[in-house]
């Protein structure tokens, strides 16, 4: 146990200081810092979740981002609360279309809190598409739907949701 979190960790770490090495002398921002709110179903399952999460991106080129979310996730199933779980996201970005508004992409997420104990889990991939609306100078607003495969349990959820986004650097 103590092996798997110290290469999840080190894996983000990696990716950070990869952001960090290539993101000289662009005309955008170096990235954006983000809420996001959304809403998921499984497949397989009465239940659904009500999630928010803190993300980073980070614009490698003009067209790739790569990012890192903490994630909060309350489920309930057949109207039963289950367990506060929380996980920690990495992902990557390609934006594309005029003015670069739309994303794509994917990433992997891991769960690091179940109900009140430090506690690693289930293992993740998602991909998603997204849309950013401008909001004059302050930043966007992001609608965005994804899918979730949960690997351990084989199980697929469908999620919408929106993110506010504001930029950080130049």
């Not at 959304?38 to 490698?60: K, T």
């Not at 909060?72 to 929380?86: C, L, M, R, V």
Request: proline share 3%; aromatic share 14%; with cysteine.
């Amino acid at each position: 146990m103590k092996n798997k979190f110290i290469a999840t960790f080190s894996l983000i770490f990696v990716f950070i200081l990869f952001t960090y090495i290539n993101s000289q002398a662009q005309s955008h921002p170096k990235g954006y810092l983000s809420i996001t709110t959304s809403g998921s179903r499984v497949m397989q399952r009465n239940a659904h979740s009500g999630i928010i999460s803190l993300d980073y991106n980070h614009y490698l080129s003009d067209s790739w981002m790569i990012g890192t979310s903490i994630v909060g996730d309350w489920e309930k199933e057949n109207g039963i609360n289950q367990p506060f779980k929380s996980s920690v996201a990495i992902y990557g970005t390609y934006l594309f279309g005029k003015n670069k508004h739309w994303g794509i992409g994917g990433g992997y997420a891991k769960d690091i809190v179940s109900g009140s104990d430090f506690k690693l889990g289930n293992d993740y991939i998602d991909g998603f598409i997204m849309y950013f609306i401008p909001i004059g100078n302050i930043g966007y607003i992001c609608p965005r739907v994804g899918y979730v495969h949960d690997i351990q349990d084989q199980e697929q959820s469908i999620s919408a949701g929106v993110s506010f986004s504001i930029p950080i650097g130049k």
